[in-house]
């Protein structure tokens, strides 16, 4: 599981980052290929805003989300039952086309003894999401990075979004979303309590 956490830990490193400048001279040559002045006024900021967006975009690939997760809460009062942090928002973007993946995240697990502050399910989302991704990876390293790092008794994840390659580009079908899950320990074994997730998800709706 550690290596679905780490799999795009941090695939370039400070050392062969390219700068800065490289950055806006590839944005340049981007916009003189589509058809563009890269010289003209309106154009003479653009690569400097793409790279400050990317740079946000992008900002998951700096942050670890075993540290994010690092730690955890004990006083639970005996609590022991489900943990559901649900339509958790996100944009990411497609590792093949680079266009974005607009969704939601629905996140929970079963504690053993620990919990997690809520807003941290919320950052790991984020953590991921802001890296290049497909919906499938993204679901499991959500969960592993919390199954890995809490212990849990079993982790369920479900991601549902909008793809824009599919909705801006190719089939152009807008509208159409993707549902993906991923289930660990108790939710994997027990067909019951995924169950429960699901209608923990849906039922308030």
Known sequence: MDAVVTRIGSAN????????????????TLLAWAGEDPTREGLLDTPKRVAKAYKELFGGYDEDPVEVLG???EEVAGY????????IPFFSHCEH???????????????????????????????????????????????????????????????????MCMSMRGIKKQGSTTLT?????????????????????????
């Open 71 to 73: 730690r955890t809460f």
């Open 13 to 28: 490193t400070e050392a062969n980052r390219p700068s800065q400048k490289d950055a806006e001279d590839a944005v340049r």
């Open 181 to 205: 899950t991923t289930f660990t320990g108790d939710f994997k074994t027990d067909a019951a309590l995924q169950a429960r997730f699901m209608t923990m998800l849906y039922g308030r709706k």
């Open 80 to 87: 022991d039952d489900m943990v559901l942090v649900a339509d």
């Open 97 to 163: 086309h680079m266009v974005p993946i607009i969704g939601k995240a629905h996140v929970a697990y079963m504690p053993d003894g620990r919990v997690l502050g809520l807003s941290k399910v919320a950052r790991v989302v984020d953590i991921f999401a802001r890296r290049l991704q497909t919906q499938e990876s993204m679901t499991a390293q959500i969960a592993s990075a919390i199954d890995t790092t809490l212990a849990p008794k079993g982790v369920a994840v479900m991601i549902d979004a909008e793809h």
